[in-house]
């Protein structure tokens, strides 16, 4: 029962390298969404998808992208890291429009990520 | 701009003490305000409310939502050590289903 998987734990990258955080579930949830998390901070919404081929910015975009070719698997790619991107990501799935009635988003463990 | 906002950012507490969260929000097309427990890792699902006045409860825990004055709050009554955690408010819109989340009131229960 994996539910949703992020991978890796933890990273460290250098200023202007590239990464791929990995998303996958197993859930058949339809919706899905990345969020940044700061020290002493809320989530921010950074994109989402409410289905394959389908995704949007959130709150947050700048410095990402994402692309859902299927139902399970959400990755999210950060080009030319920055400092600023220092933060851990989760990964949330919904699914659907009865899920957030009866469960709420279900998160992963948490992308560490430190830019240095 | 839709906000939510939490109050205290943090609470010391010692065991067997009430404490009360409170968030408040403005967010258009709202749908529906859920609260989290964060420990360690990631967020895990305590409660979601939509209508306003009716009490959610689940042991020691409960929440009430204001629709009208754009409030809730959880409270925890008999706290343990293990009720110590951030506690995350967040504001789900009915457009997409995302949410706005505050940033959280972080407890700590003392034996």
């Known amino acids: 029962n994996a539910g949703v998987t992020q991978t890796p734990k933890f990273r460290i990258l250098k200023i202007g390298q590239s990464m791929t955080l990995q998303c996958a579930q197993d859930?058949?949830?339809?919706?899905m969404y990345w969020y940044r998390q700061d020290p002493g901070m809320g989530l921010k919404l950074i994109y989402y998808s409410v289905g394959a081929g389908i995704t949007d910015k959130g709150e947050v975009p700048n410095g990402y992208n994402v692309s859902r070719s299927t139902t399970e698997d959400f990755p999210l790619r950060l080009e030319l890291a920055a400092p600023s991107q220092t933060s851990v990501y989760f990964c949330a799935t919904l699914r659907g429009e009865g899920g957030l009635t009866l469960y709420g988003y279900t998160f992963g463990s948490g992308t560490r990520l430190t830019v240095v | 701009e839709d906000k939510v906002v939490q109050s205290p950012l943090s609470l010391v507490v010692h065991e067997g003490d009430t404490v009360t969260l409170n968030c408040s929000y403005e967010v258009t097309n709202f749908r529906s305000l859920l609260w989290y427990k964060q420990e360690k890792k990631a967020p895990t699902f305590l409660f979601m409310l939509t209508s306003s006045g009716i009490e959610k409860k689940s042991g020691r825990l409960s929440s009430i939502l204001d629709k009208k004055e754009l409030f809730s709050i959880l409270n925890i009554t008999a706290t343990q050590t293990g009720d110590s955690a951030v506690y995350l408010c967040?504001?789900?819109?009915?457009?997409?289903?995302?949410?706005?989340f505050g940033a959280g009131t972080r407890l700590t229960v003392k034996p």
């Open positions: 967040a504001v789900a819109n009915l457009n997409n289903n995302d949410m706005r």
């Open positions: 859930m058949n949830h339809n919706y």
